[in-house]
């Protein structure tokens, strides 16, 4: 699976738009880039997934570059319900033999400032 | 609809002794996994069952073991625990893969917070 790179921390102030960058280069064509954010002391939530167009849901939206090399996670107002590790992953379309699941890094902490 | 429930919420253990976590969803889903997560980091894949009937290591089995009881439910166990098994453990579900064999979303339970002393 391609390795993901996000920063450690952000702040983000309360009603504005947070913008959370993922570096993947190393992504291969089928791989898909998915989001989970997890609140503090519970289990994860997934947030949003894409291949290459840019998607859109209730809770997120989510741009990937043309090149698919890095994405953005947009939470368009965020509140102080936001405040959460958020997750960037990437996955194959088929599990190729490997194990199957998710692999988790250590995210990104965004902190919504009153 | 209560989703994913795990029991017990916490449980501290001394070394070498054992316990089963349970995991049921209400989601009627094929897939189930469990996931252990320490201090600071992100989730690892422990376990994972695919279907009924079915389960396959994840990145860190080595000290558990699993049994997929029926469609809902999905049993972690610890035969003899080790202070380096001092987690807290997600288990999770999820409708497998999508049309386009991308996985689906993953529903989480609240997890288990395990002390092994």
């Known amino acids: 699976d391609a390795k993901t790179t996000q920063p450690t921390s952000m702040d983000c102030a309360e009603g504005r738009a947070a913008n959370l960058p993922c570096n993947h280069s190393?992504?291969?064509?089928?791989?898909?880039v998915y989001w989970y954010r997890q609140i503090h002391s519970q289990g994860p939530q997934y947030i949003i997934h894409?291949?290459?167009n840019n998607e859109t849901n209730e809770m997120a939206s989510l741009i990937i570059t043309e090149d698919r090399k890095s994405s953005t996670l947009i939470l368009p107002h965020a509140t102080l319900r936001d405040t959460a590790v958020y997750y960037c992953?990437?996955?194959?379309?088929?599990?190729?033999?490997?194990?199957?699941?998710?692999?988790f890094g250590k995210g990104t902490h965004l902190i919504i400032q009153p | 609809n209560a989703g994913v429930t795990q029991t017990p919420k916490f449980q501290v253990l001394k070394t070498g002794q054992s316990m089963t976590l349970q995991c049921a969803q209400d989601?009627?889903?094929?897939?189930m996994y469990w996931y252990r997560q320490d201090p600071g980091m992100g989730l690892r894949l422990i376990y994972y069952?695919?279907?009924?009937?079915?389960?396959d290591k994840g990145e860190v089995p080595n000290g558990y073991n699993v049994s997929r009881l029926n469609k809902r439910e999905f049993s972690l166990r610890l035969e003899s625990a080790a202070p380096s098994q001092t987690s807290v453990y997600f288990c999770?579900?999820?409708?497998?893969?999508?049309?386009?064999?991308?996985?689906?979303?993953?529903?989480f339970g609240p997890g288990t917070r395990l002390t092994v002393l």
């Open positions: 999770a579900s999820s409708e497998g893969r999508g049309l386009a064999g991308e996985y689906n979303e993953q529903f």
């Open positions: 190393t992504i291969s064509g089928n791989e898909y």
């Open positions: 894409g291949l290459k």
């Open positions: 992953i990437v996955r194959p379309s088929y599990s190729g033999g490997g194990a199957d699941g998710l692999t």
């Open positions: 989601m009627n889903h094929n897939s």
């Open positions: 069952s695919a279907s009924e009937g079915t389960t």
